[in-house]
């Protein structure tokens, strides 16, 4: 059932809605220019969404498109790419419009508001509480165990280090900066999405620079590859497994998390005038994890030289790194696992306790989620078993089933949100309807 669910109903169910909202964004939005305004910059909001988009899985899942699928896959992440981002639009206009806030001002969102409110009465509230208890679970199996593991056996292969120091090193830097809130989070965040960013694309481009020559023929690969059977077959799983695939090749559900529903927990705080201005930096995060970063994967394997049956998923990657870099690429991109995990560690613990603070209220979900967060990290260290995969596979499958039913049911608020941006209902102010409830 995992596998029917997660391999045919959702990646279509996604398509099919990432292209209606397509049509939206293409009928309704005009941009403008609008005012910065309040303590949550939408730069910040966006550099933890991407710490949780942006994952090992922008290497595994890439290289594992390539080799199954030839070099045609790239075009068809390109595409889903494109349908991705009226998705991650949608669900974030969504995060803002009904959002709430503290005494003190400070925003509490995510889907599982606009679930509540899609839905209504107790279908709607029954349906947040589910969506709620599956995004804490999955903080703590996607985004607690399975990156220490991937972490630990990168730096344990390269540097040596012990399994045990790498995941309780993980775990208490990450309680470090949990304990300080969601400010904290998003100020180690700003700092750290950059900074990974930088060392793969600076390892990405000096292969692409030595390798300058091979890139006609590797964009030419790309588009005359993109129509083969294969290549589409190998490009629906580089969908899967780039954006959520966080370690394994087989693993993953959505690219860049677009429809899942959490990264709106993340954009909830910001403010901004229009609940559409913060939906557009959704399509950046889109464009960064899987047209830039993906790609700079894509064509440092197609210009290494390496044969695409020289591995699968991080081999391949490595393969191909170390043919042009030489032993440097080894320790290179082993930090940058460790990177990658460790942002993804802190935006899904992030993703967790909103998601039971609003259960349970933002202190009770601390108390209990960020000890288990930790107790996570350190056994994925040592050990990541098939079941908790298969675990997490099904749990985002109906994260994003439950989320993808909501976006359709309040498509009129997104469409409203989005006319108003693009000032064409400047005088029907009433027909947006917002909901910014005090907590």
């Known amino acids: 059932m995992t596998e029917w669910l997660v391999g045919t109903v959702v990646p279509v169910a996604l398509l099919l809605c990432g292209a209606y909202f397509a049509v939206v964004l293409v009928r309704h939005l005009r941009y403008r220019p609008c005012r910065r305004r309040g303590s949550s910059s939408s730069a910040r909001a966006l550099a933890v969404a991407l710490a949780g988009t942006l994952g090992v899985g922008n290497i595994a899942g890439v290289a594992s498109a390539i080799a199954l699928g030839g070099a045609g896959a790239v075009f068809w992440m390109w595409v889903a790419a494109l349908l991705a981002m009226p998705l991650k639009y949608a669900e974030i206009v969504l995060a803002l419009r009904h959002r709430t806030r503290e005494a003190d001002?400070?925003?509490?969102?995510?889907?599982?508001?606009?679930?509540?409110?899609?839905?209504?009465?107790?279908?709607?509230?029954?349906?947040?509480?589910?969506?709620?208890?599956?995004?804490?679970?999955?903080?703590?199996?996607?985004?607690?165990?399975?990156?220490?593991?991937?972490?630990?056996?990168?730096?344990?292969?390269?540097?040596?280090?012990?399994?045990?120091?790498?995941?309780?090193?993980?775990?208490?830097?990450?309680?470090?900066?949990?304990?300080?809130?969601?400010?904290?989070?998003?100020?180690?965040?700003?700092?750290?999405?950059?900074?990974?960013?930088?060392?793969?694309?600076?390892a990405a481009l000096a292969v692409l620079i030595l390798r300058r020559d091979a890139l006609p023929a590797a964009f030419g690969a790309i588009f005359r590859g993109a129509l083969t059977p294969r290549a589409g077959a190998g490009g629906a799983l580089g969908v899967l497994a780039s954006g959520a695939l966080r370690y394994g090749v087989s693993r993953g559900l959505v690219s860049n998390e677009a429809g899942c529903g959490t990264a709106p927990s993340a954009h909830a705080a910001a403010e901004v005038e229009y609940p559409a201005e913060q939906g557009l930096w959704g399509i950046l995060e889109v464009f960064v994890d899987t047209i830039l970063l993906c790609t700079l994967t894509a064509l440092v394997i197609l210009t290494s030289g390496v044969p695409l049956e020289a591995g699968e998923g991080v081999s391949l990657a490595l393969a191909a790194f170390r043919a042009v870099l030489g032993d440097v690429a080894e320790p290179l991109l082993a930090v940058s696992v460790a990177f990658f995990a460790f942002a993804t560690v802190l935006c899904?613990?992030?993703?967790?306790?909103?998601?039971?603070?609003?259960?349970l209220g933002q202190r009770r979900a601390k108390r209990l989620l960020l000890p288990a967060m930790a107790a996570a990290v350190l056994s994925g260290a040592l050990f990541a078993p098939a079941l908790v995969w298969d675990a997490t596979d099904l749990v985002l499958g109906l994260m994003t089933l439950l989320n993808l039913a909501a976006l359709l049911l309040l498509r009129d608020g997104v469409r409203a949100e989005t006319r108003f941006f693009s000032g064409r209902e400047e005088a029907n102010l009433q027909n947006i309807n917002r909901i910014d409830k005090r907590s």
């Open 348 to 359: 899904w613990s992030h993703y967790g306790v909103e998601s039971l603070g609003y259960l």
């Open 105 to 202: 001002g400070t925003s509490h969102g995510g889907a599982m508001y606009y679930i509540k409110e899609a839905f209504g009465g107790k279908a709607g509230r029954g349906a947040a509480a589910l969506f709620a208890v599956l995004c804490a679970l999955c903080a703590l199996t996607l985004g607690g165990m399975l990156q220490s593991n991937a972490a630990a056996e990168a730096l344990s292969v390269t540097l040596r280090l012990p399994p045990a120091m790498v995941g309780g090193g993980m775990a208490a830097l990450a309680l470090l900066v949990l304990m300080g809130g969601g400010k904290r989070i998003e100020r180690v965040c700003t700092a750290l999405v950059p900074f990974m960013c930088f060392l793969f694309t600076v």
